[in-house]
Every structure is written in C-alpha cells, then in structure tokens.
C-alpha cells in the first residue's frame, strides 16, 4: 500500500472497511411503518370527543325537524277544519238543524261534501290524505294519530263530540320551547 499515512479519499460517509481493505455498508436504520400505539390512543381520544360533542347536536337537530313536521300537520288540518267552516258559512254545504259549522270527522275533510251551489254536485275536497302525528305511538295512523275537541267542549278539557272544532297531539313530549306538544 503505497503511504498508509495516506488518507483515502474514495470512501464515502456511509461506507465502512470491512476485511481486507474492502468497503462495507453500513445498515441503516430500518424506515418506520405505521402508528405507534400512542397516535392510535390519541386519535381515538379526540374522535372520542368530537363524537360526543356531535351527538347532541343530530338528536337536536332530529327533534327540530319532528317539531317542524307537526307545527305544518297541524297548521294543514286546522286549515282545513277553517275551509269547512267558510264553506259551510257560504252555504255551499247542507246546513242541518243544530250543526256547528265543523266537520263530524276528519275522515268527512278527506272525503269531501257535495257542493250545494255547483248545479253538477261535485264535491268539495279540503284534504287530500289526513297526515300523522309525527310524536303518535308506533302503530297509530291519521285521524287516530290526533286528539279531537269537539265545539262544546272547553279548550282547558277537550273532549271529541259531534264534530271537530279543533286538533291536537296525543303526545305527552314537551317541545324545545318548553310547552307540551299538546298545547301546540
């Protein structure tokens, strides 16, 4: 070896002498995959809380959307109770003695009446399906889905009657503004 007090310069950093003068690699640090255990903890954690902060919000949201739902069946079946009474009081319905001027039943808004000043008969329609309470008991459906006050009862203990002055939910919830669904 000519001057071993030579440097070599043909080496690189990563290489090492081995055995007889020959280079050698270095073996360098395996390349890490995946998540450690605490990344995977920590994730978890903060999916946790977001979860938890999220789920309050959707049942809220949900209840929302029921309370929309029966505020417009409710406004749709008083509207249509007040488009029987305005018929009845242009007498365009046949007015019996003792009638109020409010249908006998709801299903009567769904199958309409004949109109007394079409010279053809044809009836008037005021619904065209009796809608459902949104918060009624799994199984009920329509008219049966809805509490009735007839015109003779009082508004503090409605009761059905003869006819159906006004509707409301049999519920017995409470509404997000803080008064009962029947109320409404």
Known sequence: MPGAAQRRTDVTPSLGEGAGGRAVQFAAPARRR??????????????GILASLALPVAEMTA?????????????????????????????RIVRNAGDTGYPPS??????????????????IYFLRRIPTDPFAAPGLSGAASWGKRAYASSHDEPREGDDVYDVFSLSSGIGINGQPYRQW
């Open 34 to 47: 995946g998540f450690t255990l605490i990344e995977l903890v920590a994730t978890l954690a903060i999916l």
């Open 63 to 91: 209840r929302r959307h029921k309370e929309q739902e029966l505020r417009y069946h409710l406004r749709q079946l008083r509207d249509a109770i007040d488009a029987y009474r305005r018929a009845w009081d242009d007498s």
């Open 106 to 123: 709801l299903e009567r808004l769904v199958e309409g009446v004949e109109d007394q000043r079409d010279p053809e008969k044809r009836r």
